[in-house]
């Protein structure tokens, strides 16, 4: 009965240390474009896209650029595989996924938010009001 | 005022029934019991009345209150104003509480008169009041001026219109799928509270048949939920398949996995008298992962690595939620420790052996619990890192498909095997035997995909287990169909099983995909079929705050023609800057061909040219004359009207005689896509005129910025420039597997549930 448990217990335990292992040497860092140019690794950024720069989308390569500013202020182009991505102008913030190849970020993946949409904010409260 | 009130009241009468229920459970005081069923009875007056306040005032539109203005409009069709009802947290938690306390209401029927109700209704009931509480803190019926308060707005201010839904999310789906979501998360409060209650009274056998119908329904109904979501994520939002390992997703996979697992256990508990740990530690846990699922997709914990928004709701709520998922799984945990010794003594010495039906099952439950554990961590990751202070990472999802793949091969095999067992038997001898001809058989057919093209090894192995489970339970399904019809739903929900994995493995690992530029009636080929946008049209129309249109692809194949029809949408919700693209989608048995929109261009059949400054180009109207690009001169006073600038692009224009002049074209650009409308010049002495239409910005070289021009004869008028439709072509093989296996899944569980629900009753009346 006991060697039963500590048997289970263990292969248990070696289960979840894979598993972590697994996701732990997969996993993907978060970096800011002057970290993530220097590891060449692939990570996620976040940040928003550079509004004084025009984004621009060539249906016959299907790619989509546009600069983003990280989190702590660096520019960097990006390069989506890809349309436009939803809600991609209202976005306050934006999450990408790749690596850097050259000069360009080659987001494989990206993420747009848009929080404000879903809780009020009270100057939209008042420019739907009464008061408009 | 009043949905407040009635909130209170929820907690008041609720605070009464689980003290009355509790009490009652003390010897000499069953007398208290009909008080408890009073004050239940009077909870739900009070619930079903404050669910139907806030569906009245969302029917009104009364944007007084904050909930309402938040998540609805007067623009919305009556079943999205329904849908608003649970469109943000606080409504979703009233939602939540109204559906568990209609199952109480059955609950309390079904315990009625037997030994289980006081505990049973008391643990439920507690339950039905933690939300209760949770809404007091975070309550649909704010005034906009009480959520304002420090804005000063005057009470009984109330907004012209709401903030309203979501356009993606504005489709008949969200009406259904949420709702079903919350029944299935509601029905997995019973195993917990049947778990607790049978540690409470001691009664480790009697519970498994009381809980196993509701299990099942609960299994079945979460499982048709989750599988919702899929379908609408694939059908209309576009996700291009059915799972993405969401961790909004992943967070109703889990209490779905342990269930499953929970019913194998309860099976076995019933036939062998074993795993009576074990099953009330999984009925325990369906309960506690239905919480954590709320908890990681309410409090915001995982902001970052979702498609889902979430909202951060606050300290108090996301407090009561973790002291929520502490306090119930403490309590559980404590009984079951209090209760060790006892199951042990009551358990007895027992033997199982490896070759019987029992084995197997808790085999297969285990590997399933690994299953849950491996998303479990991987869901979880990114929240625990944070708290434990290591730097913000995201999970390659790639781990979910590695560990899901292996342990699918292990679970669909192990189904097959089971079926060729007996209960209690360790005999072996003719088992191999019949294991023979499924085998075989799906050897054979692997190897005939292996020549159609499955080449990944991990699909190979998965195609035969489902083939392996598929062939077994359609053995058992025939044999049985006629004689033992009850029996029938484990091996129509194994089948669903088995076909739902192969429609997974060979729709996600065989799609293909194609991109395809067309212009109107233009005609391209992909995939052996002819493609040809034959136009588009507006479609809901009676809508002012949309602009919406179906775009009409013709897919054509050995003469036979079908439509499939992508729609792009602008919408007020986004202030029309950008698109919505929902796919559109031509069903064939065997495949899906699936049309992804990418982008919608209007090109001008008009002469063109794109010049840097100083390019020196022949105008293509005439010959005799040279243009180039002097300078770009943006309007200093104009900067920026709203969305636009004022560009003013000096051009030079070259004569065969040695003159030349020089036009500035004033263009009123937009200043995201950086196109006008072409303000036409005429340039003198010549017979055409001239545009600029659009600045192409080269943002890696500045030199290199392009201006486009555009020439037309002069009092000619210009042709309507032509539509340009890009879109995705994916092929889906066998995606239809999916659905049809869901279906059978959910089916199977109802089956099962006349065999086991059946005797649920028989036994009720033996007590």
Known sequence: MKLKYIIGTVIGLAFIVIAYLSFDSSKIEYADFSNAKASGKTVQVIGSWDKTEQYHYDSEKNEFIFKMIDESGGKSLVRVEGAKP??????????????????????????????????????????ASLYN | MLGKVLIYMTVFFGILSVLFYLLSEKKGRNNLLKYGVYSYYGMTVSVVSASIYLLANILAHNFQFT???????????DYFLVASFYSGQQGSFMLWMLILTIIGLILNQNTSKTAYQSVSMGIFTSIILFLAVILIFKSPFDYVWETFASENLEVGFTPVNGRGLNPILQNYWITIHPPILFIGYSLMAIPYTYALTSLIKRDYKGWVDKVLPWTLVGTAILGLGIMMGGYWAYETLGWGGFWAWDPVENSSLIPWIIAVAFVHTLLVQRRTNGLIKTNILLGLLTFIFVVYATFLTRSGVLGDTSVHSFVTPGAIVYNMLIAFQVIYFGLGFVFLILRIKDINNYIGKKTVSIASKEYTLSLGSIILLALAAVVIIGTSWPAVAELFGQEKVAVDISNYNKFGSVFAVIFLVLNGLSLYQRWNSGRLNDLLGKLI??????????????????????????TFASFFSLLTNLEFLAKNVKKNPKVLGAYISHLGIALLILGAVVSGGYSATKQVRLKANETKAAFGYNFT????????????????FKYHVKIEKNGKENLASPVVYWSDFNEKQSPFLEPGVYTKLEKDIYLSPKAIEAESDLPKLALRKSDIATVPLDTNVRVSVVSFVMDKNSTFMGNNVVLNTVVKFDYNDGSSDLDTLSSLLDATTWEAEPAWTNVAGTNFDVAMVKLIRDMEDIQNTRAVLHFKETGKDIPEPLTVFTFD?????????????????????????????KQNKKNIADE
């Open chain 2, 67 to 77: 909930y309402i203005w938040e998540y609805s409009s007067t623009e919305l069709h």
């Open chain 2, 533 to 548: 946008f034959t136009g588009y049209n507006q479609i809901e129309t009676e809508f002012k705050d949309r602009e919406k």
């Open chain 1, 86 to 127: 939803n809600n991609f102008d209202i976005a306050p913030m934006v999450v990408i996924k790749g690596k850097y190849e050259g000069e360009k970020f080659h987001a494989k993946e990206v993420l747009t938010k848009c929080p404000s949409k879903y809780e009020g904010q009270f100057d939209e409260l008042k420019g």
């Open chain 2, 729 to 757: 072509v994916t092929i889906k093989p066998f995606i239809n597997l999916v659905w049809i296996g869901t279906l059978a899944v959910v089916a199977g569980f109802f089956v099962a549930l006349s065999k086991y629900g």
């Open chain 2, 437 to 462: 001809i499924p085998t075989g058989a799906s050897i054979v057919l692997v190897l005939i995909f292996y020549f159609i093209g499955l080449d990944d090894m991990n699909f190979i192995l998965l």
